[in-house]
C-alpha cells in the first residue's frame, strides 16, 4: 500500500470528496474478517467493495437480493455466485453476529441513537418513513455502522423521535443481551465519527480535507468530542482511487449522494 | 384422491370475516398476493389487523380504509420513490394502531405462532422504542440459565403472531396446495401458513401434481397441501410486485404512487384498476401497458 501511495501523488491529489467517503466507509470494514457486509446505499457499498479488493479479501457480500457474490462486480451489476442468503437466513446471521451493516438514518443523537422509522409521534406521526426494519435488532447483536451522505443538524440533532437503533446510553450493564451493542462508525460527507467521546458520545476520527472543525459544529446539533484535534481523513491511494474509478464505479454513481 | 382445493377470489373473501388478523406473504414489493389483496380491498370485510413484511399490499388495504391495526417491521416499495403512500396516510391521520417491530421480531412471532408457543425469546426490540410502539403488550422474559459469569439474560418475549388467515402467492402449484417458489428467496410464506387457521394460496401457474414435481428441484416444494386450505389460479396475480416469471412493473408502481398524489387521480385509478374483478384488472393493466409502449414511442 505504501508502494502505491509514492507511486501516483498526482491521482491521490484529485481525490474527489466522495472518494474519501467510499474510503471511509471501506475503513469500516478494516479487520471485519470473514463476516456478512450488509452496506445499504451506493457509498457505502462501494467502500465494503473497495475492502475486499484491498485490505478484507475474506468478507462475504451479497447481491441485494439473495446470492452472495463470488466475485466483486462493480455497483449495480452481478457476477458469480459463492452462495444463497434469502431472507430468512439474514436473520439467522444477524443472530449470530456475524455482520456488519453499514444503515442509512434520518436522525442520530450524540449517544448514537438512530431513527429511520418516522417523525413524530409514534401512532400520529408527522412524516412516515420505512419503519424501525433491522435496526433494533442490527444494533443489539452486531457491529453497526452509519452512512449520512448530508451532515446537518436535521439529521444530527438533540434527541431522535423513535428510536429504532439503539445508541449507548440505553445499555443496561447488568443485561449481557446488551453486550455487543457495537456502534462502530459514523460515516459523513464531512468526517469520520465513532463514539469513544465521553460516556460513549459522538467523537471526532477525522475530517475530510477542506472541512474545518467550525463546519462539523454548526452542522451537529450537539457538541462532538474531539473535534479540535481530529486530523484529516487519510488520503486514498492511488491503487484505491483506480479500483473506485475505473472498476467499482466507472459510471460516478457515488457523486449523486456527495456533492 | 386427495381433495381438490381450487376456489376463486369470492370463495376466499366469503370466510373472512370483519375483525379477522390476516398475514400476507412475500417482502416489500416482492410476491405479494394481490390478487387476493385487491379482492379484500373491494369486499366488505373491514376492522381487519394486517401482519406483513410491508409493501403495497398494506398500502392497498389502507387506501380501502380496511385496516385498523398493523404488525410489520418496515413498510417499503422496495424501489424509487420506496415510501408507500397510503400506508403514509393512514400513518400520518393516525387512522390506524400500529405495532411496529424489528423485521426479525417478525418471523420470530410466526415461529411462535407455528409451534404453538405463547412466545419465542429473541434479543430484538431491547433498548427501542419498539417497547413503546406497542403500549405494554410486549413483555420481556429473563433467562431461568444464569450466564457463566452469573449475570442473567433479559430478553424480549416476542408473542405468538397466531393468525385467522393467511394469504400467499407462490409460481406455480397443483389443486390439493402443494407448492413451488421459482425465484431465489422463499420469504416467509410457509411460516405464514404454519402460523394461520385458514391458508389462502393464490398461483400463476395451476399444475399437475407430476408436472408441480418435474418442473423445480424438489427443495423449490415450498407448501405441502396439509398447509394450504385453498388455491386460486390467478395468472400474473402478484402484479405490480414481482414474482418468479416476472418483474415488477416499476411503471405501473411509480404510477400507483403517483396517482395516490391527487384525488381525482386516484378516484380513475380506482375506477379502472380496484373497483374491478380481477380479470378486468389484469385486462385494463395490459392496455396501460400498451398505452405506456406507444406514449414511450
Keep these: 500500500m505504501s508502494t502505491a501511495e509514492t507511486q501516483a501523488p498526482e491521482s491521490t491529489e484529485a481525490a474527489t470528496r466522495a472518494e474519501y467517503c467510499v474510503v471511509s466507509c471501506a475503513e469500516i470494514f478494516r479487520g471485519a474478517g470473514e463476516i456478512m457486509a450488509s452496506p445499504m446505499s451506493p457509498v457505502a457499498l462501494l467502500g465494503a467493495r473497495l475492502a475486499r479488493l484491498t485490505f478484507e479479501p475474506d468478507l462475504l457480500i451479497t447481491d441485494g437480493e439473495a446470492l452472495i457474490l463470488a466475485d466483486t462486480p462493480p455497483i449495480g451489476k452481478t457476477g458469480a455466485i459463492e452462495?444463497?442468503?434469502?431472507?430468512?437466513?439474514?436473520?439467522?446471521?444477524?443472530?449470530?453476529?456475524?455482520?456488519?451493516?453499514?444503515?442509512?438514518?434520518?436522525?442520530?443523537?450524540?449517544?448514537?441513537?438512530?431513527?429511520?422509522?418516522?417523525?413524530?409521534?409514534?401512532?400520529?406521526?408527522?412524516?412516515?418513513m420505512f419503519?424501525?426494519?433491522?435496526?433494533?435488532?442490527?444494533?443489539?447483536?452486531?457491529?453497526?455502522?452509519?452512512?449520512?451522505?448530508?451532515?446537518?443538524?436535521?439529521?444530527?440533532?438533540?434527541?431522535?423521535?423513535?428510536?429504532?437503533?439503539?445508541?449507548?446510553?440505553?445499555?443496561?450493564?447488568?443485561?449481557?443481551?446488551?453486550?455487543?451493542?457495537?456502534?462502530?462508525?459514523?460515516?459523513?460527507?464531512?468526517?469520520?465519527?465513532?463514539?469513544?467521546?465521553?460516556?460513549?458520545?459522538?467523537?471526532?476520527?477525522?475530517?475530510?480535507?477542506?472541512?474545518?472543525?467550525?463546519?462539523?459544529?454548526?452542522?451537529?446539533?450537539?457538541?462532538?468530542?474531539?473535534?479540535?484535534?481530529?486530523?484529516?481523513?487519510?488520503?486514498?491511494?492511488?491503487?484505491?482511487?483506480?479500483?473506485?474509478?475505473?472498476?467499482?464505479?466507472?459510471?460516478?454513481?457515488r457523486n449523486r449522494e456527495v456533492k | 384422491m386427495p381433495t381438490d382445493k381450487t376456489s376463486t377470489l369470492d370463495d376466499v373473501i366469503g370466510e373472512l370475516r370483519d375483525g379477522m388478523t390476516i398475514g400476507i406473504g412475500g417482502w416489500g414489493s416482492r410476491r405479494k398476493p394481490m390478487a387476493l389483496v385487491r379482492a379484500l380491498a373491494r369486499s366488505d370485510v373491514e376492522d381487519l389487523t394486517?401482519?406483513?413484511?410491508?409493501?403495497?399490499?398494506?398500502g392497498l388495504l389502507c387506501a380501502a380504509g380496511k385496516v385498523r391495526r398493523a404488525y410489520y417491521?418496515?413498510?417499503?416499495?422496495?424501489?424509487?420513490?420506496?415510501?408507500?403512500?397510503?400506508?403514509?396516510?393512514?400513518?400520518?391521520?393516525?387512522?390506524?394502531?400500529?405495532?411496529?417491530?424489528?423485521?426479525?421480531?417478525?418471523?420470530?412471532?410466526?415461529?411462535?405462532?407455528?409451534?404453538?408457543?405463547?412466545?419465542?425469546?429473541?434479543?430484538?426490540?431491547?433498548?427501542?422504542?419498539?417497547?413503546?410502539?406497542?403500549?405494554?403488550?410486549?413483555?420481556?422474559?429473563?433467562?431461568?440459565?444464569?450466564?457463566?459469569?452469573?449475570?442473567?439474560?433479559?430478553?424480549?418475549?416476542?408473542?405468538?403472531?397466531?393468525?385467522?388467515?393467511?394469504?400467499?402467492?407462490?409460481?406455480?402449484?397443483?389443486?390439493?396446495?402443494?407448492?413451488?417458489?421459482t425465484g431465489v428467496d422463499p420469504y416467509f410464506d410457509d411460516l405464514y401458513c404454519a402460523a394461520a387457521e385458514r391458508r389462502y394460496l393464490e398461483t400463476d401457474q395451476l399444475v399437475s401434481t407430476e408436472v408441480l414435481v418435474k418442473s423445480v428441484p424438489h427443495q423449490r416444494l415450498l407448501l405441502n397441501r396439509m398447509n394450504v386450505d385453498r388455491v386460486v389460479h390467478t395468472p400474473n396475480g402478484a402484479h405490480f410486485t414481482f414474482a418468479g416469471d416476472y418483474g415488477r412493473d416499476e411503471r405501473f408502481q411509480q404510477f400507483y404512487v403517483a396517482s395516490a398524489k391527487d384525488p381525482e387521480a386516484w378516484k380513475a385509478f380506482s375506477r379502472r384498476f380496484l373497483e374491478v374483478d380481477e380479470q378486468t384488472y389484469q385486462r385494463e393493466v395490459a392496455a396501460w401497458q400498451d398505452d405506456q409502449k406507444e406514449d414511450g414511442q
Excluded at chain 1, 453499514?102 to 448514537?112: L, S, T
Excluded at chain 1, 437503533?165 to 459523513?188: E, Q, S, W
Design chain 1, 83 to 128: 452462495g444463497w442468503m434469502p431472507f430468512r437466513k439474514v436473520f439467522d446471521v444477524v443472530a449470530s453476529g456475524r455482520r456488519h451493516v453499514v444503515m442509512g438514518a434520518n436522525q442520530i443523537d450524540r449517544h448514537g441513537n438512530q431513527n429511520l422509522s418516522a417523525f413524530g409521534p409514534l401512532q400520529h406521526p408527522t412524516r412516515q
Design chain 1, 131 to 253: 419503519g424501525v426494519r433491522g435496526a433494533p435488532g442490527n444494533t443489539i447483536n452486531h457491529a453497526t455502522s452509519y452512512w449520512v451522505g448530508r451532515h446537518s443538524s436535521r439529521v444530527f440533532g438533540e434527541s431522535v423521535d423513535i428510536v429504532s437503533g439503539v445508541g449507548y446510553d440505553k445499555v443496561d450493564p447488568d443485561n449481557p443481551a446488551f453486550d455487543d451493542l457495537n456502534i462502530h462508525r459514523v460515516v459523513t460527507n464531512l468526517g469520520v465519527f465513532d463514539f469513544g467521546g465521553p460516556d460513549h458520545t459522538m467523537r471526532a476520527l477525522s475530517l475530510h480535507p477542506g472541512v474545518t472543525a467550525e463546519e462539523v459544529a454548526e452542522n451537529t446539533g450537539f457538541e462532538v468530542a474531539g473535534l479540535a484535534d481530529a486530523p484529516e481523513t487519510r488520503q486514498p491511494t492511488a491503487e484505491e482511487l483506480s479500483l473506485i474509478r475505473d472498476v467499482l464505479d466507472p459510471k460516478g454513481i
Design chain 2, 73 to 181: 417491521g418496515f413498510v417499503s416499495l422496495d424501489s424509487a420513490p420506496f415510501y408507500d403512500p397510503w400506508f403514509s396516510k393512514a400513518r400520518t391521520n393516525g387512522e390506524i394502531e400500529v405495532r411496529e417491530m424489528d423485521e426479525g421480531m417478525v418471523k420470530c412471532g410466526l415461529e411462535a405462532a407455528a409451534a404453538r408457543l405463547p412466545f419465542l425469546p429473541i434479543r430484538a426490540g431491547l433498548g427501542s422504542d419498539v417497547l413503546k410502539f406497542w403500549e405494554g403488550e410486549l413483555k420481556t422474559v429473563e433467562s431461568p440459565y444464569p450466564d457463566p459469569d452469573g449475570r442473567t439474560q433479559t430478553l424480549i418475549a416476542m408473542p405468538a403472531l397466531k393468525l385467522d388467515a393467511a394469504f400467499v402467492h407462490l409460481d406455480l402449484a397443483d389443486a390439493h396446495g402443494n407448492a413451488a417458489y
Design chain 2, 50 to 58: 394486517v401482519v406483513t413484511y410491508g409493501g403495497p399490499d398494506l
